[in-house]
């Protein structure tokens, strides 16, 4: 198989596709709720919406991911993660504002729901359009080994169910005209939109407060290149491993002698990388970064001497 950085390059491509796949889906679910709005309708929106903004969410991730030879942004991730649970939050605000609103029509105007049997399109094209989102992740998972089109794939077959149950309680309300099934069908697609929130927001909050922290991981990673390290006369200084969604970025700093070349620090970078990622498949990302020893450092004296020794050393 291909490495890892050309498989998450065209995983991000795969989870292009798919994201421009759920902007159709936004599309045309938007353009339906403006001629026949209904609360059935506009449930699916605001998940089609949520959903949107989870996959934006790991695309950044995944992207970020396969520049391989780049410093992973972390802090950018932090704030696209914050930016998308603000506005996760503000949709959901919104909806729950339109749904009070709405329950507050049926209390006090009453009479039959007005669902029009037309707006079933736009959820069985939506159905049409999950069904080929999931098939997509799944070929994606099976031809490229890369976990996160796993963890998506799932999340697609889970919303072809909010799709078919949209599709079925418009066709019931429309033909029964019975408004405690236009309630109880709201009340079943919110389940899919909290499926999705809680996923925006327990990534968030972990990212933000720093909890995403895996320490038993840190440890594996740490003893895995001991030996690495031991050879090349350096030491770790610590090991991060860190969980974004569903995959590991992984700090390494490591105590380096100070005169080391650049070459063998690249080296030893490269050594320590590819041991990782080796090692453990839902590592996506290896920072290295050096250290002079400290103890180097403090020996001015010793300095010159400790030179000498290194060339000499060189020569042999
Ligand atoms: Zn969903």
């Known amino acids: 198989m291909a490495n890892l950085t050309l498989r998450l390059k065209w995983s991000s491509r795969v989870l292009a596709y798919t994201f421009a796949l759920g902007l159709v889906g936004v599309l045309i679910d938007s353009v339906f709720v403006v001629f026949m709005n209904n609360i059935i309708l506009f ?61 507050n029509g049926l209390l006090y105007a009453g009479g039959a729901a007005t669902v029009n049997m037309y707006s079933s399109i736009a959820t069985i094209a939506g159905t049409a359009l999950t069904v080929l989102t999931y098939t997509t992740l799944r070929r994606g998972f099976e031809k490229y080994n890369v976990e996160t089109l796993r963890y998506e794939s799932t999340h697609a077959l889970v919303d072809v169910l909010a799709g078919v149950t949209a599709t079925v309680g418009i066709l019931a309300t429309s033909i029964t005209k019975s408004t405690a099934l236009e309630v109880l069908f709201t009340v079943v697609l919110m389940m899919f939109i909290l499926h999705s929130v809680q996923g925006i927001v327990s990534d968030s909050v972990s990212l933000i407060r720093g909890e995403n922290l895996d320490y038993k991981m840190s440890l594996a990673v740490m003893n895995s290149i001991q030996d690495l390290l031991a050879s090349a006369g350096a030491r770790v200084k610590s090991v991060e491993a860190r969980k974004l969604a569903s995959f590991y970025v992984i700090g390494v700093e490591v105590y380096i002698d100070p005169l080391t070349t650049i070459r063998d620090a690249f080296k030893l970078r490269r050594k320590i990388v590819k041991r990782v990622i080796d090692l453990y498949d839902s590592v996506y990302h290896v920072d290295v970064r050096f250290h002079p020893e400290v103890s180097f450092e403090r020996v001015e004296e010793g300095e010159r001497s400790r030179g000498e020794e290194l060339k000499a050393r060189r020569k042999r």
């Open 43 to 103: 449930t699916d929106l605001v998940h089609w919406v949520t959903d949107s903004l989870l996959e934006l969410t790991l695309l950044l991730g995944l992207y970020f991911a396969s520049r391989l030879s780049r410093r992973y942004p972390m802090g950018v991730v932090v704030l696209e993660s914050t930016l998308g649970l603000l506005i996760a939050l503000t949709v959901v605000g919104v909806y729950f504002y339109v749904f009070y609103d709405f329950l």
